[in-house]
């Protein structure tokens, strides 16, 4: 069994910077792709970034030079850098990674975390 365990979120304000984690745990042989998506109230989850096992990124215009998605294959773990954080950033953020296991190739979800941008 595989589990993702998100950390990082919480309040800051517009302009401020956070930081999220996700790592994964478990009979893990390989981590293919890590992505973070996020969903605001009311609205579909959307992707925000990904990042493939080379280390290629791909981001979400609307967080385009403002975020920054690594990951530390050592640790299983993907990070969200976020800076500049506006209010429409306001959202719980998920953590999404394509694994191969014991059981084969399956994707797996972290629980979320709330991210709120607020003066």
């Known amino acids: 069994q595989v589990q993702l365990v998100e950390s990082g979120g919480g309040l800051v304000q517009p302009g401020g910077s956070l930081r999220l984690s996700c790592a994964a745990s478990?009979?893990?042989?390989?981590?293919?792709?890590m992505a973070w998506y996020r969903q605001a109230p009311g609205k579909q989850r959307e992707l925000a970034a990904i990042?493939?096992?080379?280390?290629?990124?791909n981001y979400a215009d609307s967080v385009k030079d403002r975020f920054t998605i690594s990951r530390d294959n050592a640790k299983n773990t993907v990070y969200l850098q976020m800076n500049s954080l506006k209010p429409e950033d306001t959202a719980v953020y998920y953590c999404?990674?394509?694994?191969?296991?014991?059981?084969?190739?399956?994707?797996?979800w972290g629980q979320g975390t709330q991210v709120t941008v607020s003066a």
């Open positions: 990042i493939n096992s080379s280390g290629s990124t």
């Open positions: 478990g009979r893990i042989f390989r981590i293919h792709n």
């Open positions: 999404y990674q394509v694994i191969s296991g014991a059981n084969g190739l399956y994707y797996y």
